[in-house]
């Protein structure tokens, strides 16, 4: 462990030298910190911090039992680093409850202030963790790195290490997929056996006390541990952590000798609410109905979506219909009448009415940006023909592939594609409120995308941004690089809402936000099978507010 540490602290220094990136020395000295065995033995998961408001913000962290019995844990906060200026403290018991993690929603709190935090247990401080609170007011200027698709088994958490060290990020936003389910036989096993990395436990995780401890091994990873002390989360979760392609009354990977579904997600929401620093769930709210809004004073409101557990409809199977679309009329019914019947919602009813509330405010208060958390592609993204490459293939794995982008289908009918009436009815609801200016923000597909939106009459409706994997490999990589770059150009030249996207790369996407523009860094780390990586920024696109919409620039 402390071998890794050391690199790690080696890392953030190269960090600087190599990226050119803003890094603050504050995380040089937590790297520090965490090379201490005594604190790595009882602080094993780190400290956490998110779900910010104006005047608060949720402080985490947890213990190490001892023999199953619950310990006294101190918090305090601070508006300095060096904790001169104690400005909260308190204690809290950490049990077996809640399997041994503390949450401190600490209120009381300035808006738009950075604040230091830590815990002390048995003596002994945790590492600090540095947090923030909503600004108020005018702001000039906001920077969040969006996140998503971390996946222990592939490979180190290196981009989460280079947001760790940036200066200019105020808030993480993780778009979901922050830990996945597969055991060591799954997805990611085999990459995973070669680094070191196997999932724990061994299985694919199904009952409370798998999901603890997969949370438990995400969570003492280094590079998170310092993306967690450097920043507040904000944070949505997608598909991977209960089970792949979940809907309200299943999951794609949920097989009945795994029990019953609705167990197993209500084991997934709760350890999430253990060990995540979330808000616990409000009178009145169920914990499955994940949904926030943050002010950003009057330049910005985000609004998170949840469109896994408590809105969606089954996904759309293909096996079932392709093989009975033999025409161009077959095709057009079942884009129509099966991928886009408006009778299959994407969104809960209470989840719509929170959005519109939400929207309309931002509208009404006449900020600038609209930015939407958003867990799966919004963009019209359908496969491009791949018969001349599968050709080439001898595994025949591209097979599905094939049918897909024969019939110009959707490239899923996970993503909003496979939503196309909930789509329409969301654009819709958003024109009504006064916004047809999104800045939608997108996790889940392993690519970075540079998308513009429109709605089915070919109105304007805003700008995706998806993130890549933070380790998550793109889709067409395992037919290599060469192969996987020509489909990103592909996919470019055969959707009109695609303006660009790259599958070849990890990392994350840097946003900032002023009242006149939003400027998009795509930064990537060039390996997640070595903590020795490079930084460096693959583009930079601008959006430009042009009256009711957004205009796209093309940038680096
Ligand atoms: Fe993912």
């Known amino acids: ?69 619950a310990t006294l844990v101190n918090w305090e906060l601070a508006d300095d680093e060096r904790f ?35 815990f002390k247990a048995d003596g002994l401080y945790s590492e600090p963790g540095r947090t923030r609170t909503l600004p108020e007011g005018k702001v000039d200027s906001l920077t969040i790195a969006l996140a998503s698709c971390s996946n222990y088994a592939f490979g180190y958490f290196n981009a989460y290490e280079v947001i760790s060290a940036d200066k200019d990020i105020q808030f993480v936003l993780h778009l979901g997929d922050y ?28 009952s409370l006390a798998d999901y603890r401890e997969r949370h438990g091994q995400y969570k003492s990873d280094p590079a998170s541990r310092l993306m967690h002390a450097a920043h507040p989360l904000i944070c949505i979760w997608d598909d991977h952590e209960s089970a792949n392609n979940p809907f309200l009354h299943g999951a794609q990977n949920h097989q009945p000798d795994e029990g019953k579904w609705f167990e197993r997600r209500d084991a997934s929401v709760q350890a999430y609410f253990e060990w995540m620093p979330v ?95 958003n867990q799966i592609p919004m963009a019209r993204i359908h496969l491009p023909k791949v018969n001349d490459i599968a050709a080439k293939q001898e595994d025949k794995t591209m097979g599905g592939y094939l049918y897909v982008g024969e019939l110009d289908l959707p490239w899923y009918s996970d993503t909003w594609d496979g939503y196309g009436g909930a789509r ?45 994997g933070i380790s998550s490999p793109g889709d067409f990589l395992p037919y290599g690089e060469t192969i996987a770059a020509e489909m990103d150009q592909r996919m470019a030249n055969h959707n009109r809402e695609v303006r660009w996207t790259d599958g070849l790369h990890n990392g994350f996407v840097k946003l900032t936000v002023t009242p006149e523009k939003a400027v998009a860094d795509y930064v990537t780390v060039n390996t997640v099978t070595s903590t020795d990586y490079q930084v460096s920024l693959l583009k930079r696109i601008e959006i430009e507010k042009q009256g009711q919409h957004l205009s796209y620039t093309q940038g680096v």
């Open 1 to 69: 462990m402390t071998e890794m540490l050391n690199l790690t602290r080696r890392n953030l220094l190269k960090t600087t030298i190599a990226s050119g990136l803003a890094v603050t020395p504050w995380i040089s000295q937590v790297a520090a910190a965490l090379e201490n065995p005594e604190r790595l033995k009882l602080f094993t998961h780190g400290v956490a911090s998110g779900d910010p408001t104006h005047t608060s913000s949720v402080i985490w962290t947890r213990v190490s039992p001892k023999n199953g019995e």
């Open 84 to 118: 001169r200026n104690v400005i909260r403290k308190g204690s809290i018991k950490a049990s077996a409850e809640r399997d041994f993690t503390v949450k401190v929603d600490v209120d009381g709190l300035k808006p738009g202030q950075m604040y230091y935090y830590r």
């Open 179 to 206: 830990l996945y389910e597969y055991g060591v036989e799954g997805w990611g096993g085999e990459e995973s056996k070669k680094l070191g990395r196997e999932h724990q436990p061994a299985h694919e995780i199904v």
């Open 279 to 373: 808000r616990d769930p409000a009178e009145g709210m169920r914990a499955d109905e994940l949904w926030r809004s943050f002010e950003f004073g009057d330049l910005a409101t985000m609004i998170t979506l949840e469109t896994r557990h408590t809105g969606r409809e089954e996904q759309v199977d293909y096996e079932e219909y392709l093989s009975n679309i033999k025409t161009p009329d077959q095709r057009q019914q079942f884009m129509d009448e099966v991928m886009g019947n408006p009778q299959r919602d994407m969104l809960s009813p209470k989840m719509k009415a929170f959005y519109k509330v939400h929207l309309a405010q931002s509208v009404q208060k006449k900020q600038p940006w609209r930015l939407l958390g």
């Open 424 to 468: 329409e009815h969301f654009y819709q609801m958003s024109r009504e409120q006064g916004a047809s200016d999104l800045l939608v923000l997108t996790g889940d597909s392993h690519s970075f995308w540079a998308n513009e939106l429109f709605d089915g009459n070919g109105h304007p409706m805003g700008v995706e941004l998806g993130t890549s």
